[in-house]
């Protein structure tokens, strides 16, 4: 068993909900097992200018329902300087810290497996990102909330789609991952959604367009993840105005909601579970992995796989969402 006496515990990068939940995890899980706990406000940055605190029981008492980080996150382009991880590390040292706990998205555990070699100190990555681009973890921390948010406001949308029948593009959070614009789909009951994954082998939205995807309704909704690859939401509402222009084509962007809101039930026990599993793995004598869920099952993942890019979403998802939208 190692012998940690001192965890440092930081929220780093884009914020979800369900950090809160993991932090308090950490931290009661760590006293649990007699090891002491000290807050790193602001991500990294908070590790090079010094705001540390102590954290008791108490200090995570009333968050586990609290959507954002108590924590604080941040970007820190410092930290991706040797001389800016020098200091984190000199930091880490003089507070007696003997491991740290990373929770945040792929950029956060790029940083802390650097950080982990090039110190041989012992980090522990959580998956919080709302986009679920993780590898090696079925799900990530803030994803279901976010997805729950997105169906919320689509639900919304639909009233008054319908009432002016009318083709809606909803774009969504996801980066470089189709997964909350697919699922989002599906849960919302719209009629399509157009994902990145896809976006290299055919043209989505010609294909939609073509097969006729309004033929049988009097409104239309299509989620679409942001960003370059897609082009996002405003790039197809353009498309259609110019080469389909019958239709009456809306656009929504819905931005930063979903990054807000209460934690679901599944997002904070899996917060929970992965939040305890973080401190078992530690005095396990394990550094530089991430803890992953699959098939329901807590796994260490080397951060290396976890951050490769490109996971492979699901493609029967999207036959379901095919059929399902006759
Ligand atoms: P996320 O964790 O949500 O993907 P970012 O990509 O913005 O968010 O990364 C959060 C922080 O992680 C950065 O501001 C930086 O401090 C650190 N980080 C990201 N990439 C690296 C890197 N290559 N080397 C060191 N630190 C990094």
Redesign the pocket.
Known sequence: MANIKCIGILT???D?PGMNAAIRAVTRAAIYSGIEVKGIMR???GLISDEIVPFKSNSVSNIIQQGGTVLK?????????PE??KVAHEALVREGIDALVVI?????????R??AQEYDFPVVGLP??I?NDLMGTDLTIGYDTALNTIMEAVDKIRDTASSHERLFFIEVMGRECGFLALNGAIASGAEAAIIPEMSFQQDQLGDLISNGFRKSKNSSLVLVTEGDITGGAMAQAERVKNEFPQYDVRVTILGHVQRGGSPTANDRILASRMGAAAVDALLDDQRNVMIGIQNDNIVYVPFSKAIKKNKPFQEDLMRTLKILSI
């Open positions: 780093s990068g884009g979800a991500g990294y940055r996150t941040a970007r820190c382009k410092e930290f991706q300087t800016g991880r945040g998205g792929d950029g956060s555990l790029t940083g802390a650097i950080f919080g990102t986009d």
